[in-house]
């Protein structure tokens, strides 16, 4: 009996042990992946000037050198960080307790940080460099969502998050690469939604038509750019959410070999009538390339040998 009490012994305080040792290797876990370890100055933890800034001024301190700990910054569960000029939100980590964070209006592009800010419930994010919100995918207690006048071209990410109550994502501009100019334009359409379907535009500029997932152009003459627009309900939580903005093609003429232009020196072998081009195009380096336009710019040429007649004979032998 008593060997038999031992051994029961033994077995819970091993037990005992091993839950202590679980929940102190977890919360050594939790701390190094979320908190600081020991107060530090506002800056090195948010090394964005603009959001250190913000920080700041939430928590009533003189200077973004200023020390602040954990302990304060679990505290803070709304900031406000509107207009600051903010490009990098990291140290955004550290506020786990966050419920409403406002970031719209600056020129952040990457909010990977957020996603381990769970209890967030309102999120403005509105006129920033977004092309994606791919990381706010599970922030599933957030109910107000605000990421109008940015660059995203979908908002799948959001289709899981069923407490959504509103979500502003209106008048995005996306703008493609640039591609070379062609009388027939043939571009995807790249703006899907929630399953991924291509969402059909409902304005294309300069007559453009939309064929099988693809815009298409017929352009007789050069244009710096195309467009077009796209406006959907998407039902997103518990919203029907306005999806619109448009899509922005830049063009660029093809530049041939001939076109990349000819050194002054090269078009003008002999040193005064060089040197007397170089000073028309108020140029500095008589050897670097010139294309066309530029000699047509030149508004004085003079020479006390040969005058204009050379230079017209010039342009027709390197350029007609």
Known sequence: MRKKIGLKNVVVAMLVLIVG????????????????????????????????????RHLGKQSVTDLISQRELDGVQRLNGNNCNIKCIKGIQY???LKQ???SYNQISDISMLTSLTQIELLSLMQNKLKDIDPLVNLTKLRYL??????????????????LEYVEA?????????????????IPNTIKDMIGKPITPNFISDNGEYVNTVVVWELPMYKTEVSYKFKEILNIGKDHVLFSGVVIQPLELETSADEKGTSINQALPESNLAEALKKGLRKQDSTEARPQNELDKAKEFRDANRGNAMFMQLKKSLFM
Request: a negative charge.
């Open 21 to 56: 040792f679980c929940i102190n290797v977890s919360s050594e876990t939790k701390v190094h992946a979320a908190s600081i370890q020991c107060p530090m100055p506002i800056n090195e933890v948010f090394p964005d000037y603009g959001l250190a800034n913000a920080v700041k």
């Open 95 to 97: 506020l786990t307790n």
């Open 101 to 103: 964070l406002y970031l």
């Open 146 to 163: 605000y990421v109008g006048n940015n660059q995203l071209r979908d908002l799948w990410a959001l289709e899981g998050l069923e407490n």
């Open 170 to 186: 209106e008048e995005q501009i996306c703008v493609n690469n640039p591609i070379v100019y062609k009388p027939k334009l043939v």
